[in-house]
Structures are given as C-alpha cells and as structure tokens.
C-alpha cells in the first residue's frame, strides 16, 4: 500500500509538473485605444509577438476603448502590479516620473525621423532606468501623432494667435507654451471641446486628426492650420513588479518582442502617420480646409519656443538638465 500510495504520489507530481509547464500567464493590457485603429493593430501585434517569443506561455489580453479606466488611473495600477501591461501617453508616464514629460516639449525637435532617431538611440535607456524606480518597466515607444491648429480661419503667424481663446487640457506644459505666443488658455476636458467651440468659449483648438474628425469638431472649426505644433510620444509599458515575477526566460521574451523592428520608432510612427494621412484626405473630401504652413511660417513660429523650452526644463531642477542635455546630444546626433 505504501509503494502505491508513493507512485500515485509521483505520478500526481509529474502530472502537475508537466500541466504547469504549459499553463498561460495571462497578462492584461490597458489602452484608451479602440481596436479598431492602428494603434488597436499595433496591440494586436504585440500579442502575437509576445505569444511567439515564450511559446505561448505569455497571453496578452487587450482591453481596449480604456475599459480599465483612464490612462492615469491605468498606469498607477501598473506600478501597483495590479494591472500587467499598458499603452499610455507620455503626459500619463510624466505623472510617475515628472522629468518624462520634458519628451513633450513642444516645438524641440526639427522633425519626427529626428525624433525617432533621438528616443530609439539616446533616450530609451534613461527614460527606462528613471521609470522602473516607480514600478514601470519601459517597453519601447508608442505614438500619439501630429498635433495642428483647428479653427475657422487660416492662422499662418505667431502673431494670428495673440488674444484668442484657446482649448487646452491642463498642465503647465501646455499652458506656458500657448502663452508664449500670446493666447489665452481656456482649461477643457476632451468631452467639452465640441460645446465649447460652437458656444464661442473658445477660438482655437491645437489636436490630432484622429480626434478631430470623430469627435465632430471638423464641422464647427473646419480648417487645419498645419503648423506641427506637437510631435506626440507614447510608451509601451509593463508592470515592473510583474516583470520581476516571471522567469527570466519569459522576461527577456517580451523584450524580444519589444525590440522588434515593428515596435521601433520609426516604424510606429509610420503607421499612425499614414493613418493621419486617409483622416487628412476624408476631412479635405467633406469640404475641409488644410493650410499648409511654408518654412519661413514654421520658423516664425519657432523663434519664440527657446524662452519656453529654458522655463520647462528648470521646472524639474536636477533632472531637467539631465533629459535635456540627452536630447540635446541626440539632435546633434541625429541631425542627418
């Protein structure tokens, strides 16, 4: 009886043995997104990479349309270890480590294949050591997309923003930065902007065509001042405190499906970008406005960045010279 019991014992060991070997970790992933965008593919991907790479022990499961709440509700429940995974803006990752949010300052970098060539080869390193500290593993970099100028009338000078009321969501990124051209902003959250626009509480809104159109306000202010204003980042990330939990194997398989050439920089933002581009032809085919900026109108604009760049990166004592000699540094680097 006591030889039996042990075989039965050992074979329910090795049964348990072999059925752990191939149990899914499940790992949930938290996106504002809808799925049905590029930025829902480019989810969809990172599954099936991550999938790829363990084996098949990793399951990413998206939860798009943020079903798991708002992205800065998301992210500090990712540095909890409560949620595994996420796509966030950078303004979100800057509500962890404020000094990330200098990857936003308007108007620095003189392109995006600059930008890109800067965050994929001079910032990855700095922004991931300064992020796992607060329980966010740094994956590799997202895209917001383009910001421009919604209103009813051309504005191709500095000089066309003094006065006017413009929409903002709130920080000081953003406030100081219309300020600097003279503009007078009026704080508003996402859902308000169409009301605001049609009641005249506002002059002016700066966003991306992927808001622009859905959100109706092509149809109140129907012409896009393409002065870039905004190059937008975005991070991938994963829970650190997940990150450590796992076998080392399974950590450096979601590394390998971070670091494949379909989640750098450039390849990332070529998708968003041409999607930027079908949103652009639609807005022009229902009878919309593009004003294309010339260099000397892009230059005007950016002579009076420089005051406002210094004011935000003294915004963050030690660290802001710290990311900014980085970028500085990459935009020598990257200027080709």
Not at 93 to 112: C, K
Not at 196 to 216: K, N, Q, R
Request: hydrophobic content about 40%; some cysteine.
């Amino acid at each position: 009886m006591t030889l039996f019991k042990s075989l039965a014992t050992a074979g329910l060991v090795a049964l348990a043995t072999v059925s752990s070997a191939h149990a899914e970790t499940i790992l949930k992933l938290a996106t504002a997104a809808p799925e049905q965008t590029p930025w829902g593919v480019q989810v969809n991907r990172l599954a099936e990479l991550i999938a790829k790479e363990s084996d098949g022990r990793l399951k990413v499961e998206p939860y798009f349309n943020s079903q798991l709440g708002t992205e800065n509700d998301t992210l500090a429940q990712l540095a909890r270890g409560r949620i595994e995974m996420g796509l966030f803006t950078v303004n979100a990752a800057s509500q962890q480590a404020p000094e990330v949010g200098l990857m936003q300052l308007y108007g620095y970098f003189d392109n995006n294949d600059q930008r890109a060539c800067v965050q994929d080869n001079h910032l990855t390193d700095e922004i991931r050591a300064r992020l796992s500290s607060k329980g966010v593993y740094f994956g590799a970099w997202a895209e917001v997309g383009n910001g421009y100028i919604m209103s009813e009338k051309a504005l191709t000078s500095p000089d066309d923003l003094k006065g006017l009321k413009i929409g903002i969501s709130v920080n000081k990124v953003n406030t100081e930065h219309w300020r600097a051209f003279g503009a007078n902003p009026v704080p508003l959250s996402p859902g308000e902007v169409a009301s605001a626009a049609s009641t005249g509480l506002i002059d002016i809104y700066p966003t991306v065509y992927t808001f622009y159109i859905p959100s109706g306000l092509s149809k109140i202010y129907p012409v896009v001042n393409e002065y870039n204003y905004a190059n937008g980042p975005g991070m991938w990330a994963v829970s650190q405190r997940v990150m450590d939990r796992l076998s080392d194997e399974d950590q450096e398989a979601i590394k390998r499906a971070f670091a494949d050439p379909a989640f750098s920089s450039k390849a990332i933002m070529d998708e968003i970008f041409a999607f930027e581009d079908k949103m652009r032809a639609l807005h022009e085919s229902q009878g919309g406005k593009v004003v294309t900026m010339t260099d000397e109108q892009v230059a005007a604009f950016r002579s009076k960045l420089p005051p406002f760049w210094e004011a935000m990166v003294a915004e963050f004592g030690e660290d802001g010279p710290a990311i900014m000699k980085l970028m500085e540094d990459g935009k020598a680097a990257c200027q080709g």
